[in-house]
């Protein structure tokens, strides 16, 4: 059973400049347990992904379409807004990226945990007593529990500061206890660590992917770093404009890209021990969503694009593994570089 | 919230009130060589410079005019700190300390009614508006609001008194001088006051309304595209608990700010309209002493307006700073 | 030689930019309504003798008092003087045009100074304009107004300077936020770094940013000095020798156009006061969205969802596909044959949220003064802020001023919190 199954997820905004194409038909699987990256520059469409799955887009500005929306097997697409009130934060969780605005400023952090438990009804005692006093007492332990859970010291103190007053690392702990508060079998983590400084990051993706892990919770991880996603994810999907162009395992995508974008995403990380004198980069920057490219839309940027690739969108072809790539000449691509 | 702010803030406003003492007390006198000069009878054959000069001195002891401008300024000061703002020259001599607390209370009526009943149906109405926005409701606001705006109170209160008060004698258009002489709390005389209070009250609300609509309109959809409310969204919340318990708990900070600054106007800003309908506020007070050149009721009353607004300022700082934990109270200013 | 070069090249430019400026308040629909009044009012103010059946001024052409409307008095006869309410009127357009606008112009120019002195400067400076500030705000200032006019006299000159004195106050504070939030730019600091002098940066940075904020709030302003001066003429503290139409207005009250149901006397100064305020409004608040462009986005979403049907929407959809993009050559998973697919129908209140790509031409944002133009061009060349940084704080200025605005969390701790409205980009 996936924890996740999207297909065919399409997202518009209409807007007087013309129809902006965020989404353009993604298929996205993932297992129970393991952990998926999005990766793709900023404005392809990463993060309009990961809303609609919440489906947390409103119609207007936006307009989404799916063939299939599943989270653990049961079917969300049709759900209307009060009944996807009940899921989220319950079985679909997410983490933002700058924590300092996805925090209420002038509340405590301590009481917009609770929300969750008290939204959720899980916070009736134990011992039957369900009264509103109680109900709220229950909830401020739990908050406490999972406070402490994401290494924050002092949690009761923690529990009454407001937003501003913790340092960034402690915000992203709080929205990480935040969404692991309710055990949900997925978190959708937005650029979970952009916000942060390098060892900061390290101690946040730490502690995400311990909970991970401990509770076996399935989490999507939208990104545009591909280091983070080397220790944490176990399958990537390459996203660009709007579209899925390479999918496969990390070790797969690390070892053996295929696709042109990819190699350029790669060619910009640098890791130790890495011989190479410079970065590659990709030249040119994304094109406008609302005038895409005729044929494929990476061919403006890539250095391989030939004639067909100008004219004709390549398919997401299907090879061994569940490995995806859409492009014309991965194969020519390859056995040039190898040669 | 340090104490030092608060000492700092507290320290900050009495400066500023000794400034605008020192204002009210000069600006009347700019240009004036002699202010009692209007008070001087005149003089009749037979009567010696001396004689004159005697008589003229007495009358500037009467009203308080002796001697040097400046020593005239010490001397309101030092009055003022033992709480006396001195005697009006009205006729009888009344403290002006009276004048205005036979007057503050039916100026209260009109601006505080006018200034709940803004609040209220304004946040409701631009919450509203905010709801359905860019749709006809919103439109509607927006329109209303410039063209509210555009239409001075005083007009407005001269076209209410002229149809409902003349045209169709639904209202007073004047003020029952009876009413203010004989309140004696009875449910009769309240509902004299709120009678005669109806026109001149319309005639405020209207534009408070429209303001305070305009601002939590904007307010809101401002707060309703942040983060925070996405994250609120995202943990399930359902949308009451949305709305009320953030976005609209945060979109009122400006609206507390708002809401302050009218407070601070609260005793000033019916003057025309006191006008207009006779109503013997302390707008009335204030051009009765102005043309009269009443110098101690017209710096009494500006002093008093003055310090009502420096308290309502220092309360809204106050009650913001609880309201939003990232200000502490000697920041904002 | 070269310097009469240089001034012709800065009139040239000056009057290019006020053309532009005139063109894009023109394409603006509120503001054509705006300028289309204020042209009207301005061609009665000055013609207003060729224009006028009657001198009112001239106390041989008064006719009898409190006449009804009639063709040869079109809008009847004042009840206390006689004098032909039409012309008067007409003449009215003078005093409330000119007083409004020369106001408003000293206020700019004296808010803008002393908004630039304090936000630039700083220190001891900024500590006295700022307490000159809270101490303006304090006074009650029509009662104040009331008691300089009684004391200086109710020339023009006076009420201008009168309502100059109390008004610069919030133009100032708007001013002087904007200036520290420029102040603190990466791109001043660059040029102070590469050592331009505080002059130089105030000419060549800070006034052009400013200047868009000056001439929006110079028309609110003025139509807010319109009103106070018609209040102030209606209680009799105005120029008593001029026509304007607050005077009108009081003279019909205390002439008794109530009692005698004379409702021309009472509407035509009204309508009056209405249109040029109402007029001067339009254009500020157009400027505010030019400026702006942030505000106008919202309300346009609704007329761009109105125009899509779902016929469009489905070849929208469709052409997303894989298998249409490939004319038949799909060569994956064939796509689920005839999938119903539906609009997901959520909740309309949900704000537009991250992910939307901004996508505002860079021409849109900002109006091309000219001194605006070195702005655009310092900032892209710097790489510094876009221009539609300038119109960040705009909104302060909008009528329901709301002092202070909202509290922006600042995004470094420590530095010095700057009151702006959230209108940046995020």
């Not at chain 1, 739990?142 to 529990?159: M, N, Q």
């Not at chain 1, 009454?160 to 508060?181: D, E, T």
Request: proline residues 4%; glycine residues 8%; hydrophobic residues 45%.
């Amino acid at each position: 059973m996936n924890a996740l199954e999207v297909k065919n997820l399409k997202v518009i905004f209409p807007t007087e400049m013309g129809i902006v194409r965020a989404v353009e038909g993604i298929d996205i699987e993932i297992e129970q347990g393991k952990c998926a990256a999005i990766v793709g520059e900023s404005g392809c469409g990463k993060s309009v992904t990961s809303l609609a799955v919440m489906k947390l887009l409103s119609t207007p500005p936006a307009i989404v379409r799916v063939d299939k929306l599943e989270l653990g097997g049961t079917d969300i697409k049709g759900l209307t807004d009060k009944q996807m009130q009940k899921v989220r934060g319950k079985d679909v969780a997410m983490i933002f990226q700058d924590a300092l605005t996805a925090l209420n400023p002038v509340m405590q952090v301590g009481k917009q945990i609770d929300e969750i438990f008290l939204a959720h009804n899980l916070s009736d005692g134990e011992n039957g007593k369900t009264g509103r006093v109680n109900r709220k007492k229950e909830a401020k332990r739990r908050t406490i529990e999972a406070l402490k859970l994401v290494g924050i010291s002092d949690a009761e103190l923690r529990y009454k500061a407001y937003p501003h007053q913790l340092s960034g690392g402690m915000r992203q702990r709080v929205l990480i206890a935040m969404a692991f508060a309710c055990n949900p079998n997925l978190i959708i983590a937005d650029e979970p660590t952009t916000a942060l400084d390098v060892t900061i990051q390290a101690q946040v993706l730490d502690v995400l992917k311990d909970l991970q892990r401990k509770r076996n919770t399935s989490l999507m991880l939208i990104t545009h770093d591909l280091s983070i996603v080397m220790n944490m994810a176990d399958e990537i999907y390459v996203m660009y404009c709007g579209k899925i162009v390479e999918r496969g395992t990390t070790r797969e995508i690390f070892k053996d890209p295929l696709h042109p974008y990819t190699m350029g995403l790669l060619g910009s990380i640098a890791r130790i021990g890495d011989a190479k004198s410079r970065f590659v980069q990709i030249p040119s920057s994304l094109p406008s969503p609302i005038h895409k490219p005729s044929g494929c839309y990476f061919h403006p940027r890539c250095q391989y694009a030939g004639e067909r690739c100008k004219t004709e969108m390549p398919p997401l072809e299907k090879l061994e593994g569940g490995r995806c790539v859409r492009c014309w000449n991965y194969k020519e691509i390859k056995n040039g570089k190898n040669g | 919230m340090k104490a030092s702010y608060v000492i700092k803030r507290i320290l900050l406003t009495i400066f500023i009130f000794l400034v605008v003492i020192t204002l009210c007390f000069f600006i009347p006198r700019i240009g004036v060589s002699d202010p009692a000069s209007r008070y001087y009878p005149a003089q009749t054959a037979g009567m010696s410079d001396e004689e004159y000069e005697y008589i003229k001195e007495q009358i500037r002891i009467q009203y308080g005019l002796n001697g040097s401008t400046f020593q005239q300024y010490i001397n309101y000061m030092a009055d003022l700190f033992t709480g006396d703002l001195g005697t009006s020259y009205q006729t009888g001599s009344p403290k002006v300390i009276d004048c205005i607390a036979e007057c503050l209370p039916w100026t209260l009526v009109l601006s505080v009614s006018n200034l709940l009943i803004s609040l209220v149906i304004g946040i409701l109405i631009g919450t509203m508006a905010a709801w359905k926005r860019g749709r006809w409701q919103d439109k509607l606001l927006l329109n209303a609001s410039t063209i509210t705006t555009a239409l001075p109170a005083f007009f407005i209160a001269l076209i209410l008194s002229f149809y409902l008060g003349f045209e169709w004698e639904i209202f007073p258009a004047y003020t029952d001088q009876n009413m203010t002489a004989n309140f004696d709390w009875s449910w009769q005389a309240i509902s004299t006051v709120m009678y005669n209070a109806a026109l001149p009250v319309f005639a405020m609300v209207i534009g408070g309304i429209v303001s305070y609509a305009q601002s939590t309109r904007n307010s809101v959809i401002a707060v309703s595209g942040d983060d925070f409310i996405l994250t609120a969204k995202a943990k399930g919340l359902s949308n009451n608990k949305v709305i009320y318990g953030h976005t609209l708990r945060n979109a009122m900070l400006p609206i507390v700010t708002q809401f302050g600054m009218n407070v601070s106007g609260l005793i000033g800003g019916s003057v025309v309209i006191e006008q207009i309908f006779n109503w013997n506020g302390m707008g009335t007070l204030f051009l009765t002493a102005n043309s009269n050149n009443d110098y101690p009721l017209m710096m009494g009353i500006m002093i008093f307006m003055s310090a009502f607004a420096l308290v309502a300022n220092l309360l809204t700082d106050f009650v913001y700073s609880l309201l939003d934990p990232r200000v502490t109270l000697g920041e904002r200013r | 030689m070269k310097v009469l070069k240089n001034v012709g090249l800065f009139c040239w430019r000056f009057l290019c930019g006020v053309g532009r400026f005139f063109k894009k308040l023109w394409q603006h629909k509120q503001g054509r309504v705006g300028l289309i009044i204020v042209a009207f009012l301005a061609v009665l103010a000055i013609f207003a003798p060729l224009i006028a059946p009657y001198d009112p001024y001239d106390v041989t052409q008064r006719a009898e008092k409190g006449l009804t409307p009639s063709w040869e008095h079109l809008l009847g006869t004042s009840i206390t003087t006689g004098q032909d309410i039409f012309s008067m009127l007409i003449y009215g357009t003078r005093s409330s045009l000119s007083i409004g606008l020369i106001t408003g112009v000293v206020i700019a120019v004296l808010g803008s100074l002393l908004g630039i002195a304090a936000g630039y400067l700083g220190g001891w400076v900024d500590t006295l304009i700022m307490r000159v500030v809270d101490v303006l705000l304090v006074i009650p200032s029509l009662p104040l107004v009331i008691v300089m006019t009684n004391v200086l006299g109710t020339s023009y000159a006076v009420i201008v300077l009168v309502f100059a004195a109390f008004g610069w106050t919030g133009l100032a504070r708007v001013v002087r936020s904007q200036v520290i939030l420029i102040k603190n730019a990466n791109y001043v600091k660059a040029a102070e770094l590469v050592g331009a002098s505080k002059w130089y940066i105030m000419w060549r940075h800070i006034l052009p940013a400013v200047s868009n904020l000056l001439i929006m709030s110079t028309a609110l302003t003025s139509a807010g000095i319109m009103v106070a001066e018609a209040g102030l003429s209606f209680l009799g503290l105005g120029n008593p020798t001029a026509i304007s139409w607050g005077k009108m207005l009081a003279d019909a009250q205390s002439g008794g156009a109530m009692l005698f149901g004379h409702w021309w006397s009472i509407l035509a100064p009204g309508i009056g006061i209405f249109l040029s305020v109402y007029s001067f409004m339009r254009i500020g608040l157009a400027l505010e969205e030019i400026l702006n462009p942030k505000m106008r986005k919202g309300s346009s979403m609704v007329k761009v969802f109105k125009h899509l049907n779902n016929t469009y929407l489905d070849e929208v959809f469709a052409s997303m596909d894989e298998a249409s993009r490939l004319k038949g050559e799909y060569a994956g998973d064939a796509l689920p044959e005839e999938v119903k697919t539906e609009t997901l129908a959520l909740e309309t209140y949900a704000p537009l949220t991250g992910g939307v790509p901004e996508v505002v031409p860079a021409e849109e944002i900002a109006i091309e003064l000219p001194a605006a133009e070195i702005a655009a061009e310092n900032a892209e060349n710097e790489a510094g802020a876009p221009p539609a940084e300038s119109a960040a704080p705009a909104e302060e200025s909008a009528p329901a001023q709301t002092r202070g605005g909202r509290h922006r969390r600042s995004k470094k701790p420590g530095k010095p919190r700057v009151e702006t409205k959230d209108g940046g980009d995020k």
